[in-house]
């Protein structure tokens, strides 16, 4: 299996990262893990053909993670994509990008291919091409919790994904509001750690880090002021990147 990292910024944009994008292959099948702003161009900038996407999993509606869906999904229209496109995301942000497609006039007469929506729920698994996910709520967007009476639309879901592919197990922690968040996903061995690598100091972070064992550590989702950055044992991120993982 590979893990190409398609963009490695945090939600303050920098000129040599994309946001949040993160393509999983098999040689067969493709997930993309995220599809934050500018993922449409990264793709293109990484040599990978879109039209090889089977499902897209969006973890939460932060921009720097769901911002580039619609342009994405533009650019298959235009490619003439026939083949039908699996999209795992909460109940509620599959009515908010229903409605950007809409306004975005990518109706779905006219765009050519099927958008299979899957709303997500804590803990359910869902099986499709040669993968499983499982998404796992976390704490990223309860601190918006007590705004929520005066901005009823928002979904205060984000979830971390753990991913099953040929034998494989790995996490994808998205944003997340602690590093607890995902101590219960690693209880488990994982293959593969995806690592957001924000919210939490860098003390915290190293301590942390030397407590786990997890065969491939990928830190990503950079701030400007961790650049530069090295962590034992631990491989940064970079935009086209590309990581063989082996069960
Ligand atoms: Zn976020």
Known sequence: M????IGSASGMPVGKRSCSAYWLENGKDVLLLDCGDGTASAIVRANLDPMRIGA???????SDHYAGFPLLIQMLHISKRKKPLKIFVSQRII???????????MWSERIGFDLLWQPIKNNERYDFDSFSIIPHENSHLLGYK??????????????????????????????????????VLLAKKAQWLLLEGM??????????????????MIITHIPPEREGKDFKN??????????????
């Open 95 to 105: 009515r908010f990008l229903k409605y950007t497609l809409e306004m975005s006039y």
């Open 146 to 183: 007590e705004d929520l009476f005066r901005h009823p639309l928002c979904d205060l879901k984000s979830y971390s994904f753990e991913v099953m592919c040929d034998g494989i197990r790995g996490v994808y922690s998205a944003d997340i509001g602690a590093l607890s968040d995902i101590d």
């Open 234 to 247: 631990a491989i940064i991120a970079e935009d086209g990147m590309s990581i063989d993982i082996f069960p």
């Open 56 to 62: 897209i999993a969006i973890s939460h509606s932060h």
């Open 199 to 216: 919210h939490f100091s860098l003390e915290e972070f190293e301590k942390w880090l030397a407590s786990k064992s997890v065969e491939k």
């Open 2 to 5: 590979k893990l190409t990292i």
